[in-house]
């Protein structure tokens, strides 16, 4: 079975909401319209209005908040067995632009989370300049270095049950 997680912010309730959903789940928004709200930046596509369990919502991207949200994937609903994210190293993230954060994602989740951190400064990431795309795959590309590429090579293939984190480990 195939699902998605899409996460977005919302500005009335200013809370953090995952809209989660795939084939035979009841999703609380249709995917397209989860799609416009997780992909509403603030300033330059406008946020997206919804009435979700008789609220009224105002959603929009939830990246200035949670950038990769690592915690959303293991936690329930989407219970993730291996997780790998992608550290663009954001400074306007609000709780992930402390390394104290990382390092406590990388210990309470151990070889079940990959984080590969691509150089991306002085390339365009909203609005692209000739050069950015081959920038960023090259970037993408030197990341990925041999103890990562381990870790993954070590992950099963598919037909993963999702593990709960640790004994005793918590989330910042």
Do not use: N
């Amino acid at each position: 079975m195939r699902r998605l997680g899409l996460l977005t912010f919302d500005l009335l309730a200013r809370e953090e909401l995952l809209h989660y959903g795939g084939p035979g789940l009841p999703a609380p928004l249709p995917l397209g319209a989860a799609v416009r709200a997780a992909g509403a930046i603030p300033a330059l596509f406008p946020p997206l209005g919804a009435s979700m369990g008789g609220r009224r919502r105002l959603l929009v991207d939830a990246g200035w908040m949670t950038a990769v949200p690592v915690e959303r994937a293991f936690a329930p609903p989407v219970r993730a067995a291996r997780v790998l994210a992608v550290d663009l190293s954001l400074r306007l993230c609000l709780r992930q632009a402390r390394p104290a954060y990382w390092e406590h994602l990388k210990t309470a989740c151990g070889e079940r989370l990959v984080v590969l951190r691509p150089r991306v400064r002085r390339t365009g990431t909203v609005w692209l300049r000739r050069g950015d795309l081959d920038r960023l795959v090259a970037a993408g590309e030197e990341c990925l270095d041999d103890a990562a590429l381990a870790v993954l090579r070590a992950w099963p293939a598919g037909g993963v049950t999702p593990m709960e984190p640790a004994r005793g480990a918590h989330f910042p």
